[in-house]
Antibody, heavy 127, light 107 residues
């Protein structure tokens, strides 16, 4: 059974880089039918997609984060990472990693969904 | 960006009730929509993808329908374990976006 686990500092100072790692177990991060993604949820707010990476290294990011995001992948350790630079209090949130699964409909269209998710880790940006 | 509007934002219902949550997209997204359930302090869990495909292991009282700009999640007979917040998500294009959530509470 595939499982994901986030790790990293729970407290980051303003202007510094927020860094998290997601370790994948129970399956290979090289799976051809998976992207690997980060999602966050500020306290009391909704979900916000941050970005995703494929094992080959291709990435897509949310433009709302103003080019502050970098997602990388380490296939030898079956993990992927998030770096969010120039952190501010607005980046305080629970950060989730998740598999973005892909499949194909009969029409040839790619369909996607997030499953499973990691348990989440709270990161607070404060001095 | 595709904006998703969920209604209602808060739903109070009783055990056994039929419950319907709506998700409206700001532009057509075909059937590239997923639904998640989230309990307090926990990660979201997938219920439905491709608008109407039930994830394996999810009770059959959950169902999804819709295409284009209007989607619904229906719980045919609300159970005590169904409390929580429900989120829709569009996966038609980037950036991927979520609705604001619908909190289901018991009367």
């Amino acid at each position: 059974q595939l499982q994901l686990q986030e790790s990293g500092p729970g407290l980051v100072k303003p202007s510094e880089t927020l860094s998290l790692t997601c370790t994948v177990s129970g399956g290979s991060i090289r799976s051809g039918n998976s992207y690997w993604a980060w999602v966050r949820q500020a306290p009391g707010k909704g979900l916000e997609w941050i970005g995703r990476i494929y094992f080959g290294g291709s990435t897509r990011y949310n433009p709302s984060l103003n080019n502050r995001v970098t997602i990388s992948i380490d296939t030898s350790n079956n993990e992927f990472s998030l770096n969010l630079s120039s952190a501010t209090a607005a980046d305080t949130a629970v950060y989730y990693c998740a598999r973005l699964s892909m499949s194909y409909q009969g029409s040839g269209n790619e369909i996607n969904w997030f499953d499973p998710w990691g348990q989440g880790t709270l990161v607070t940006v404060s001095s | 960006d595709v904006q998703l509007t969920q209604s209602p934002s808060l739903l109070s219902a009783s055990v056994g009730d039929r419950v319907t949550i709506t998700c409206r997209a700001s532009q057509g997204i075909s059937t590239f929509l997923a639904w998640y359930q989230q309990k307090p302090g926990k990660a979201p869990k997938l219920l439905i993808y491709a608008a109407s495909t039930l994830r394996s292991g999810v009770p059959s009282r959950f169902s999804g329908s819709g295409s284009g700009t209007e989607f619904t999640l229906t719980i045919s007979s609300l159970q005590p374990e169904d409390f929580g917040t429900y989120h829709c998500q569009q996966l038609n294009g980037y950036p991927l976006t979520f609705g604001g959530g619908t909190k289901v509470e018991f009367k």
